[in-house]
């Protein structure tokens, strides 16, 4: 078990666009997923993509099946490895939610996402992934897949009186340390 350092906003790495999988199911990928589950419950995520740990891979993961102290009022979400996602909109409609992210600690802010998605991918088998979801979950899917096209949730808000720091803006969540 091995808790990986992320990357924060500034680092050129998150900016990358990503190398899609070629390989499924080798050992260098199941340690790398166990790293980036170690990692994201150590600082209690919602997601963490790979480019986040400097690794420039289509992988992300997110899910827990439990209640996350970061958001306490979220619904839950299948714990999930995907890889080489794509991402499909079902219709025009978006929805706004408030985000935070592992590389950009302190802060969060709202977010518009497209409130229904289909995404496909594969497991870490290779297996295909293939979910029709909408709301949280197609939020998290949303901004994970953002990170293996070198986007971090801050350049998809619109309106900037809608960002800030987390405990200013949530006190009630102030023991969370992001
Ligand atoms: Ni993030």
């Not at 078990?1 to 260098?28: H, W, Y």
């Not at 600690?105 to 497209?114: D, H, S």
């Not at 979801?133 to 949730?153: M, N, P, S, T, W």
């Amino acid at each position: 078990m091995t808790i990986r350092e992320i990357l924060k906003m500034g680092d050129p790495r998150l900016l990358r666009i990503a190398q899609p999988v070629s390989a499924f199911d080798t050992d260098e990928l199941h340690l790398l997923v166990l790293d980036m589950f170690d990692t994201m419950r150590a600082v209690n995520g919602a997601g963490l993509a790979a480019p986040q740990i400097a690794v420039d891979l289509q992988v992300v993961i997110f899910g827990t099946g439990q209640v996350n102290p970061r958001y306490p009022d979220a619904p839950l979400v299948p714990r999930t490895v995907l890889l080489n996602p794509v991402i499909t909109p079902l219709a025009l409609d978006e929805e706004d939610g408030w985000e935070g992210c592992l590389s950009v600690p302190g802060l969060r802010g709202l977010v518009p996402r497209f409130s229904s998605i289909r995404y496909t991918g594969f497991d870490l088998y290779g297996g295909p992934i293939d979910r029709t979801v909408d709301g949280f979950h197609a939020r998290v899917v949303q901004h994970e897949c953002d990170h293996l096209i070198g986007k971090l949730y801050p350049m998809r808000i619109r309106d900037f009186s809608q960002f800030g720091f987390t405990d200013v803006l949530f006190p009630s969540l102030e023991a969370v340390d992001d």
